[in-house]
Structures are given as C-alpha cells and as structure tokens.
C-alpha cells in the first residue's frame, strides 16, 4: 500500500492539466475537427467512443494484472488495486455501450443489433459487473478476494475476443480503422484529435483511479479500526 | 440542450456552411445525448466518490472518538 501525502501537489498538479485536456478535447470534437463526409456530424461520438473502449480494455487489463499478483503475493492492497481498476471499466464500459446505440441509431436505423462486437461488448460489461457482485455476496475478505481474481482472470478471456469480433466475424460493425486492413485509417486531423482524446481518457481513468485508491485506503484503515476497537 | 445547440451552431456556423452536409445537423441531438452520457456518468462517479469518501471520514471520526471514550 503506498504511503502517504507526498503525492498530492503532483497529483492536483495533474487533476488540472486533465481537466484543461478535457476541456481542449471538447473544443476539438465539436469545433476543431473537420466533419466527416459520409456521416456528418454523428460520427465525432467516434471521439469519445473508441477511447473509451480502449481504456475499458486497459481497465480490465490491470484487474488481470493485479489479480495474478494478488494470487501469487496475497496482498490484499494488489487486490483492491483489481478491484478498483474494475469498477473504473465497467464506466468506460457503460460508455461505450450508451455511446454506441446513439451512434447507430442515425446510420444503420437501429438502436441495437445482436452482432459479435456489440454481444461480446454487453458480455464483458455482465462480466464484471459479476465480479462486483461476488464480491459484494461473498462473506470471508480473503475467500473472497480469492475467489474475484480468479474470476477476473477467467473473464478477461472476452476482452481478446471483443477487440477481435469484427475481424474474425462478419459484423454490422466498422471495420477496424486501427491496426486493421492495409485500406484502413484515419486522415491526419482525425487521427490527431482521436490520440489527444485517447490521451486524455488515459488522464481521466488515472485520475479516478486515484480517487478511487484514496478512498480504498480509507476503508481500509476503517477496517482496521473497526478490528482494534473490537479487540480491546 | 437547446442552449448548447445554438452555442455549438454559432461556433461552428461556418463549418457547417462549408464542408458538412445540411442533412447531417439533424443528428446533433443524438450528438449531444452520446456527449451528455459521457460527462454525467464521469462526473456521476466522482460525486459517489466523493460522498462515500465523507460518510468513512465520518465513520473514522466516530470509531476515533469511541476509542477516547473507553
């Protein structure tokens, strides 16, 4: 568990820098940035969508990550960490599955189509939001940690297999326009405002991811009073 | 969001003259819903953090003061 209150100039330092990239970001999807021809205006929610998949991944990924390392170290701070990084995706989760039906709704006339990207998405999503509730229900602290990385571990299979879907299955989904086809991509100015707002999605879930850690040290110090008051 | 549309039209007014298909600006509420989401359930999350975090400071504050107490 880290220690103490050095960190926070750098991390306020940091808050205000991503909040100031928040607001760039706003000004570069809904003015800076050119319209695309084929969809009109509908297709800036690309800007904000696909780097919130991304950062779901990323999420997801550090809950493997952590999950590993608690199995090996059993440090119950590696298992908050996986716990914190996944409640943290299921938000960019939700995102990209609120943002996606609003985004097909005007080009392909419907809300929602049961095709491998968009049910390996929704999967993922029940996936962890699985794991928060069996940690919720199961009762011993450490079983139960036990129990969610192993858990966590099984259920990042899916995220391979969302990034995948539309590659390996006919969908109504794009194509990939990242590492896809050697006809995909994206023009330079589309490309650069998608890496300013993938970057400063990566700024929002370290900051929240802060947040989050801040308050997991609290409940743990609680419990630890809790236990000590109980004692004497 | 009718005010953020007339923000976003004025700014952008001469874009949409120019490169963008007039058919297209129908798909701006759909537009600012996806935005709104995004902003509401980031902030949404913060404002839970941040409760939470007051109701175990809190919490602490008691147990502190049980523990004098004894």
């Known amino acids: ?232 | 969001m009718k005010i953020l549309m007339t923000i976003f039209f004025s700014l952008n007014l001469a874009r949409f003259q120019t490169d963008a298909a007039p058919a297209s600006n129908k798909n701006l509420a759909f537009l600012f819903a996806g935005y709104a989401v995004v902003w509401l359930l980031i902030v949404g999350y913060l404002f839970s953090l941040s409760r939470r975090q007051k109701k175990l400071a809190q919490e602490m504050e008691m147990l502190k003061q049980m523990q004098k107490g004894r």
């Open chain 1, 1 to 232: 568990m880290p220690t103490d209150h050095s960190l926070t100039r750098w991390t306020n330092i940091f808050v205000y820098t991503t909040s100031i990239m928040m607001l760039v970001n706003l000004y570069n999807i809904f003015i800076a940035v050119p319209t695309e021809s084929s969809m009109g205006i509908i297709q800036r929610i690309f800007y904000f969508h696909l780097p919130s998949a991304f950062l779901a991944f990323l999420a997801f990924g550090v809950t493997f990550v952590y999950s590993i390392r608690y199995l090996i170290k059993r440090d119950m701070w590696l298992d908050r960490v996986a716990f914190c990084s996944a409640e943290i995706g299921i938000i960019f989760t939700t995102i990209v599955l609120v943002t996606g039906p609003i985004w097909a709704r005007p080009v392909w006339g419907v809300w929602w189509t049961w095709d491998a990207r968009l049910t390996s998405t929704l999967v993922l999503w029940f996936i962890y939001v699985g794991y928060m509730m069996l940690r919720a229900y199961t009762g011993e602290e450490q079983r139960g940690a036990r129990f969610a990385a192993v858990f966590a571990i099984v259920g990042f299979v899916d995220v391979p297999i969302v990034y995948l879907a539309n590659r390996l299955w006919r969908t109504l989904h794009p194509q990939p326009v990242i590492f896809g086809s050697p006809d995909s991509g994206m023009s330079p100015p589309i490309r650069n405002v998608f890496l300013f707002s993938l970057v400063t999605f990566l700024g929002i879930y370290l900051v929240l991811m802060f947040y989050r850690l801040r308050l997991e040290r609290v409940q743990m110090e609680l419990n630890e009073l809790k236990r000590e008051t109980a004692y004497s």
